[in-house]
Structures are given as structure tokens and as C-alpha cells.
């Protein structure tokens, strides 16, 4: 046992290093830790933290054999401590074990070594937890030894509360509670609690008769017919406050907390009305069908002595006429407030819903995990041989579960036997996993599934079934086309919380719902063969008309598995362009990318030269997008020399690929070749995309009157079709203008793509915002530059393409420079130059380069500034615009294009300024 609780020894007192002991307490509260936190938090900035940490280990384990348990980069302790097990009682209600075990506070007393802020904080921080655990235990029990009328008991509970070490400071309800505890047996310390109540509102028992009154009958003491407070509500925070609120000021005597069975709905019902401290009495209805056994509980739980305030009818979705209920218990007294949960919805007049969803599970608090990370590793915690929850791993659990709480901690208790990313992938595979191997008497989402299942009637039965293929959400046209469900039957299963309403006409089911839907439906084979064909027919269509919305990608991934199952290729071939349309307005192009690939292999098994043609270039265009730029090339030089109708789009692929990779001369004779054409097929939408990319193209070799002409020429086609592609058009020309120096004229033409962007291309938006940050750089607002840059990072999100992300630090580098905030434009610099090398894009790797030598002139070091711009005008692949500043900023003409200068000489340079830049980064170059 180690010992933490007003002391620190383990081992009977034969270790006594006060470091070790404390990495004890810290590994036995915390669990399974890396060592690189380890390091970080006892040594921090120490240059030989790994050193003091492998010797600190190294006594603990011959000191106390067995304590420590080392697995590669993780540490773990097999000793069990004194506050360990006092939160374990707090977790669980027992009052009495929690001061039982209080001891003292935690490490009160003990001379601990210097400790840095971290760790500090860590032990003042476990040191008021542990105080709060223990006062709300002292005062519990000493509010029920005063409802036996045990005042003088209760007096010295209260105090000892009143004045415990350690503890944070008392929150108005507990020095409420203090107050007429102590003054109900005329106990002093009431007037010290009763000063500092001063100028707050807070009503205190002005005699001790009255506080004696307080706790005697009738009145029950609060919480006293309720079941132990449970275990702290994890997040849940706004809705804790909708529903006090309600139950203490709304004119609705009703609150019903609806939402799926193993949302917490019970869970956060006890826990508020533990909170709200009046008489409180728990009504547990499951499986109480009629009006009479209804009644019945209600009166069982009425029974003992007391005038209750608030009660809580827990599963009121059994009963047939639940309303009917409601409403009597209103009229029988009107003093009562009712807190109910329902699966099912129910309506009133004096009826308020609060409806549950899964914890959060998207947005990390200041401590770095969800909400429903959180409760995965406090649940975790409770098995100590367990290895450490790798934070990545569990957030992708709780995702994978939709933050559903049930879920989450049936997961947690499998961290003893899989890590946390094994236990992931598995999840991934077959979320039924999670009913294997649990206690018997567990509820787990099976048996919440087969309850609600079998309250349904039969036709509800059959369209939840008949769902089961959707993934991700659907419309109603969808579901009506692809099973025969009726908005009637729709809004009947939202009432159920069987579904939930997304918006925009759309619904969705919780994972593991369908997952149990799935197998109802499968069991009636021929019904599951006719929907999931419906479904893939449905989605496939909707991929090769590209009218599929980005929330449809799910759906889309199961079609198109379905359709590789099939090995139907010209259905393949047919979507493939809808797929690489999609994957990109969703922001999936790995998975389009891996989806294209297995489609492939099905068109190659078929050998379908047509159908390798067209889903190779779709391929390649992906690879594009993500930057995999040798693989992309050779995609696209197949699918130019297939022939057939994918030519003129393997074409447009190749040119891009060989422009990215810095070849530009070889990029416009495929420009010119597909140009030639479109205009020879009469194919104006082709012409107009290739007009585009050569003006691109001659604006990079310095041709900016020919480019310019070429885009007002598509801009005027644009504006009058007001189709796809003004967004692009008004981005391409915005960014001419700019580079032109005409600001004024640049910021309106980009304005307006913005404005077009917003309703009708929104994935260009960030790509709009960009080019605006660097107008209004060139301008000399750097902060409105900042600005944009900041919105377009948010809108790009963090599975931004490479180039976007690569540009949004290039020009958020140069605003930074601009304002003169050197190691912010050191760090971007580095960052986007390092992702364009990687990803083999030349010119953006020599602009990034010319970006570099301004960071390193500004720093001052002129002469490695010059020397890295004197080589890149050598550079033949070095853009025009790139060139003209280079020039300005030496001050010389232009040495003669070195032709022999060679991808391995750029890579050269790429390291050089690397290491350059690291000086002012802290980033490691690449060797």
C-alpha cells in the first residue's frame, strides 16, 4: 500500500527517496504513462531528464520489487494507493469508506523535492480533489445523523467538513449546509460560517430552532429516498444548466430528458437531483405498462415520511398512456415538479424536453481530450494492469461510438486486453465486440437494443430494418426510394430516439443501431439482398449524376464497396468521376483514393481497358490533390495513351502533374494538344478549363498579357453561364491582378469570388481567402492579412490538400514577416517549404526556397540570403513572378538560366535553408 494521504511511505518505511515515492503516487493515480511525460513533468528542461528517470526507476524497483512495471516507452505501478482507493468510494457513493480512508491530505506535511509548475499544480490540483470528495462525504453523513435528530453528531461532521486540510474553499450551498448543520446543536463555529455568507444572498436558519426544524420530519432530509449520488457526470455541463434552471424557474412542472437507452439519462437525473438538495423520490417505472402499476410505484416511493418536492420517473416509455400519468401527478399536488426519462418523446402543456446526445466527442478541453475521451480513460484508470490509453487511440474509439456513454465504457473495460489503436481497428471491423465477454447481468447495447426492438409494432420494425444500409445519415427521397420508409414512419422513430433529425431533411441513427438494424434485416435474406441492392443502385447513380451532397460520402464508400463486390466495372466506370468529385468536395481523398484503387484491381482482374482508363485517371487526379506526384504521373500517361473518350481528361491530368512537377514547356504542349481538341469536338466546357490552365501556365513563364486575356476571356463565358467553375475563374484572375500589383482591382474580383464561393463552390473559399490575406499584405494590413489567413486555416481544416496547406503557411509566413514577427515566419517557412519538397512540387519548392532567403535576410543573414537567391535565379523551373522579385531584391540582372541545374542541386538547397531556418524554428532539418 503506498500511503499518500497526510504522509508519503511505502514498503513499510523502507523506501524513503521522497522523488520515487512521489512518481509512485503520480503513476498510482494516473496509470500507464509514457516516459517522455514522465521526463517532462519531474525534470523538466532538464538536459538529463531520461538519465534521472531510468535511476529513479531503477531504486524503485529494488527497493519495492515488483512496483514497477517498464513496457518499451511506458511505465505502470503495480501498488495500489490510499487516495486511489478513496476516489474508487467517492466513484461508488460509500460515504463512510470515503472518510474512513482520509487520513490526512494528499502529501500534507511531506517534504517533497523542488518541483516544477506542472507537478505542483498536479499535487495542489489532486490535493483539493481529494478535499471536495471528502467534505461532500462528511456533510452527507452529517445530514443524515441530523435527520435522526443526532444533532451533536451531526455538528461535528459539519465541522470537521468546515475546517478540513486540503480542501478548496466552500462553494454558498455548502456553507448553507454548514451553517445550519453546526447551528442546529449551537455550535461556534456557525457564526464563522455565517460571516462569510456576508453580502451574499443566501438564507441561513436564523435560531437553532429553526435549523433544527430544517433537518427533523416531515421535511426528509435532501436527496435521503434517492439511491447514492453516482459517479461524476463527465461533460453535460450545458445541459445541466438548461435543466436546473428549468426546474427552478421554468412555469413547466415537466422535464423530460429523452434520447436513446444508454445515453445517461438516468445517470444525469440522480446526479440533478442530488444537486437541486430538496426531497426528492425515484420512481422507476421499466416495464410498468398500465396506468395501475404505474400508480402503485408512485405510491411505494411516496410512502416514507416527508414533503416531497421533485420526482423522478425514470423509463416512463413503457407505460401505454404516459401523458395520461403526467398529467394526474400535476393535478395531485401542485407543488410537485417532475424530471422524467423517456426513450419516447412526450408532449404537454406543461411539458419541457431536453433531449441527450452522445457525449462530445469532437472539440478537445484545455486538458487535450473530448468528453467522451475523458470517461474512457476514468474508466480505464479502474483496471491498474491495464497499459496506457494512447490519447489518438481513444479519441478514435469515442468517435467510432458517436461519444454514446454505454458504449464508451464497455470499450474502456477492454483496455486491459487491447491497446488502445488495436482495440480501434477492431471496433472498426464489428462494433458488437463490444457485447463479448461482459459481466453476467451487464447491460450492454445489445439488451438496450432488444428493448427498445420489441417495444416497437411491427411495421416500425420492419422500416428500422429496412435503414440499416445507410451509413452516415440520409434524405428522405433516399429512404423512401431505397426501402419504402414513409416520413410518417420517420418522424414515429425520431419520437422513439431510435433516429434523430440532422437538418436539411436528413436523418441519422446511431452506428451501433445499425448495426443491430443489420442483422434483423439480414435475417430476412431475400428482403436484405432487394434493399442493399436498392442502395447501391441508388448512391451509384447519384455519384455519376454528381448529385450527392458531402454528408452522402458514407453511403457513396458502400455503393461503391458493393459495386467492387459485384465486379461490375461500367457501373465503375461510369462513377468514377463522381467518386474523385466527391472525395474532393468532401475532403476524403485518402479514402477516394484507396476506394479508386480497389476498383482497379477489379477492372484489371476483368481486364476492362476502358474501365482502367478512366478509374487510373480519376486515380491520378487524387494523387494530385494529395501530392503523390510520381504516381500520379504515370496514372496519367496510361490513361493519355488508352485512347477513347478518358483521353482528353487523362490529358488535362498529365499536363497538371508535369506543371507541378516543375516541367513546364512539356506541360504546354499537352495544354495545346487538349486545347486543339476541344475546340476540333466542339466541347466548350473543355475548351474554357484548358484556356484556364494555359493561362496559368504562361502566367508562371512571364507571359502576363497572353494569361490575362485568356481570363477575361473565360471569366465573360463564366458570368454569362453563372455555372461551376466563376469561383476558379474570378480566384485565378484575382491572383494576376495581384501579382500585377493593381490591388484595388484584385480585392474586388476576389471579393466577388467569394461572395459566388459561399452558396455555390464553397471548397474554393479557403483558396479565395489566401489570395486575399496577400493583397491585403501587399497593401500593408497585416493584421486583416493575418485575418484571412486564420479564416481559410478554419475552413481548409486540418485534411487541407497539401497545396492549399502548403500556400495558406507561405503566405501567412510572408504577413508574419511583413509585422515583423520573425519566428513566426521562420517556423511557417520551414513548415511549408518541407511539405512542398515532400511532395515533389518544384515550383512551389523553389518559391518556398525564394520565401526562405527573405526570412534569412530579414534575420540577418545577408549573405546566406543572397547566396540562396543568386542560385535559384540558375533555376529554370523558377516561376516568373518568383524571378522579378528575386531580381528586385538583389539588385543585379539575372544570371544565365543554368540548364544543368538538377532536382538533387534544388534538394540540396532545400536542406541547406532548412537547417538555416531551424536556428529560428526549433525544428530538427532533415538530414
Not at 491520378?620 to 496514372?635: K, N, R, T
Not at 508535369?658 to 466542339?682: I, K, S, Y
Request: proline share 6%; glycine share 10%; hydrophobic share 45%.
Amino acid at each position: 500500500m503506498l500511503r499518500t494521504l497526510g504522509q508519503l511511505s511505502a514498503g513499510g518505511g523502507h523506501f524513503t527517496r521522497p522523488q520515487g515515492l512521489l512518481l509512485l503516487a503520480y503513476l498510482a493515480l494516473e496509470g500507464t504513462r509514457p516516459r517522455q511525460e514522465l521526463r517532462a513533468l519531474f525534470w523538466p528542461g532538464h538536459p538529463e531528464a531520461a538519465a534521472h528517470l531510468r535511476v529513479t526507476l531503477a531504486r524503485l524497483k529494488q527497493g519495492l520489487p515488483g512496483a514497477i512495471l517498464t513496457q518499451g516507452e511506458t511505465v505502470a505501478t503495480t501498488v495500489v494507493a490510499d487516495a486511489a482507493l478513496l476516489l474508487r468510494a467517492h466513484e461508488r457513493g460509500d460515504h463512510p469508506a470515503v472518510v474512513e480512508q482520509f487520513t490526512g491530505a494528499f502529501l500534507d506535511g511531506v517534504a517533497l523535492p523542488l518541483l516544477g509548475a506542472a507537478l505542483e499544480e498536479w499535487v495542489f490540483a489532486t490535493r483539493e480533489a481529494i478535499g471536495s470528495c471528502v467534505r461532500e462525504a462528511l456533510l452527507h453523513l452529517a445530514a443524515r445523523e441530523a435527520g435522526r435528530g443526532a444533532f451533536g453528531e451531526a455538528a461535528r461532521l459539519a465541522h470537521r467538513a468546515y475546517v478540513l486540510r486540503g480542501a478548496p474553499e466552500p462553494t454558498l450551498p455548502e456553507l448553507q449546509r454548514l451553517h445550519d448543520l453546526l447551528l442546529a446543536a449551537d455550535h461556534p463555529a456557525a457564526r464563522d460560517v455565517r460571516a462569510e455568507t456576508r453580502g451574499f444572498d443566501v438564507p441561513l436558519a436564523p435560531t437553532a430552532l429553526a435549523a433544527r426544524q430544517v433537518w427533523q420530519a416531515p421535511r426528509a432530509p435532501p436527496a435521503a429516498h434517492l439511491p447514492a449520488r453516482p459517479t461524476p457526470v463527465v461533460g453535460r455541463e450545458a445541459e445541466r444548466e438548461r435543466v436546473l434552471a428549468l426546474l427552478r424557474e421554468a412555469p413547466e412542472r415537466c422535464i423530460v430528458l429523452t434520447g436513446p437507452g444508454g445515453i445517461g439519462k438516468t445517470h444525469l437525473a440522480l446526479d440533478l437531483a442530488h444537486e437541486l438538495g430538496v426531497d426528492a423520490r425515484l420512481v422507476d417505472l421499466a416495464r410498468a405498462h398500465t396506468s395501475g402499476d404505474a400508480t402503485g410505484r408512485v405510491d411505494a416511493a411516496l410512502a416514507p415520511p416527508g414533503q416531497p418536492e421533485l420526482l423522478l420517473l425514470d423509463n416512463l416509455e413503457d407505460l401505454e398512456d404516459p401523458a395520461a400519468l403526467v398529467a394526474a401527478l400535476l393535478a395531485r399536488d401542485p407543488r410537485w415538479r417532475l424530471l422524467v426519462t423517456s426513450r419516447s418523446r412526450l408532449a404537454g402543456p406543461s411539458v419541457h424536453e431536453v433531449h441527450l446526445e452522445g457525449l462530445d466527442h469532437r472539440h478537445p478541453r484545455a486538458g487535450g481530450l473530448t468528453d467522451a475521451a475523458t470517461l474512457f480513460m476514468r474508466r480505464a484508470r479502474w483496471s491498474r494492469s491495464a497499459p496506457a490509453p494512447d490519447p489518438a487511440g481513444v479519441e478514435r474509439i469515442v468517435r467510432l461510438l458517436h461519444g454514446h456513454p454505454l458504449a464508451v465504457e464497455l470499450a474502456a473495460g477492454w483496455s486491459a486486453a487491447l491497446p488502445a489503436g488495436d482495440l480501434a481497428e477492431a471496433l472498426a471491423g464489428d462494433l458488437r465486440l463490444l457485447d463479448e465477454h461482459a459481466p453476467p447481468g451487464t447491460t450492454t447495447p445489445r439488451v438496450v437494443f432488444s428493448r427498445s426492438w420489441a417495444r416497437l409494432p411491427p411495421v416500425l420494425q420492419g422500416a428500422l430494418a429496412g435503414l440499416a444500409p445507410f451509413e452516415g445519415g440520409f434524405g428522405r427521397e433516399a429512404a423512401a426510394e431505397v426501402c419504402g420508409t414513409t416520413l410518417a414512419q420517420l418522424a414515429a422513430l425520431c419520437d422513439r430516439a431510435l433516429l434523430r433529425g440532422v437538418g436539411a431533411g436528413r436523418f441519422d441513427f446511431h452506428p451501433l443501431l445499425g448495426t443491430y438494424a443489420r442483422e434483423a434485416l439480414e435475417a430476412d435474406g431475400p428482403r436484405w439482398q432487394e434493399v442493399r441492392e436498392r442502395h447501391r443502385r441508388h448512391f451509384m447513380h447519384g455519384l455519376a449524376a454528381r448529385t450527392l451532397g458531402e454528408a452522402d460520402f458514407g453511403n457513396a464508400r458502400a455503393a461503391w464497396q458493393a459495386t467492387c463486390e459485384a465486379a461490375d466495372t461500367g457501373g465503375l466506370r461510369e462513377a468514377s468521376p463522381g467518386l474523385r468529385f466527391l472525395a474532393g468536395r468532401a475532403r476524403r481523398l485518402a479514402e477516394g483514393a484507396d476506394l479508386l484503387r480497389r476498383a482497379l484491381e477489379v477492372a484489371g482482374a476483368a481486364d476492362d481497358r476502358e474501365a482502367l482508363g478512366e478509374l487510373g485517371t480519376d486515380l491520378a487526379w487524387l494523387h494530385l490533390q494529395l501530392g503523390h506526384l510520381d504516381a500520379a504521373l504515370g496514372l496519367a500517361r496510361a490513361g493519355a495513351g488508352a485512347g477513347g473518350p478518358v483521353r482528353p481528361r487523362a490529358l488535362h491530368v498529365l499536363a497538371a502533374v508535369l506543371q507541378a512537377l516543375g516541367r513546364p514547356q512539356e506541360a504546354r504542349d499537352h495544354w495545346q494538344v487538349l486545347l486543339d481538341l476541344a475546340r476540333t469536338n466542339g466541347d466548350e466546357a473543355l475548351r474554357l478549363r484548358t484556356l484556364e490552365s494555359l493561362a496559368i501556365l504562361d502566367e508562371q513563364l512571364g507571359q502576363p498579357g497572353a494569361a490575362e486575356r485568356a481570363y477575361l476571356e473565360v471569366l465573360a463565358r463564366r458570368r454569362q453561364t453563372r455555372g461551376p467553375g466563376l469561383a476558379r475563374a474570378l480566384l485565378n484572375y484575382g491572383a494576376l491582378l495581384s501579382n500585377l500589383d493593381r490591388l484595388p482591382e484584385a480585392r474586388r474580383i476576389l471579393d466577388e469570388g467569394c461572395r459566388w464561393a459561399r452558396d455555390e463552390e464553397p471548397s474554393l473559399l479557403p483558396w479565395l481567402l489566401t489570395a486575399l490575406s496577400e493583397v491585403a499584405r501587399k497593401q500593408g494590413e497585416v493584421r486583416e492579412a493575418l485575418a484571412w489567413c486564420a479564416s481559410a486555416l478554419d475552413l481548409a481544416g486540418s485534411d487541407a490538400p497539401p497545396a492549399l496547406h502548403g500556400l495558406l503557411l507561405d503566405v501567412r509566413a510572408r504577413a508574419h514577416l511583413a509585422g515583423g514577427a520573425l519566428p513566426a515566419a521562420a517556423r511557417d517557412a520551414w513548415q511549408s517549404l518541407d511539405e512542398s519538397w515532400r511532395t515533389g512540387a518544384l515550383g512551389e519548392t523553389l518559391d518556398r526556397l525564394a520565401l526562405a532567403a527573405s526570412v534569412l535576410a530579414q534575420a540577418g543573414e545577408t549573405q546566406q540570403a543572397r547566396h540562396l537567391r543568386s542560385r535559384l535565379l540558375r533555376e529554370p523551373a523558377l516561376p516568373h513572378w518568383t524571378r522579378a522579385t528575386l531580381e528586385r531584391e538583389l539588385g543585379e540582372a539575372a544570371p544565365t538560366p543554368d540548364e544543368a541545374g538538377t532536382v538533387g542541386d534544388v534538394g540540396t538547397l532545400v536542406v541547406e535553408a532548412l537547417h538555416q531556418l531551424s536556428a529560428w524554428t526549433g525544428h530538427l532539418a532533415p538530414s
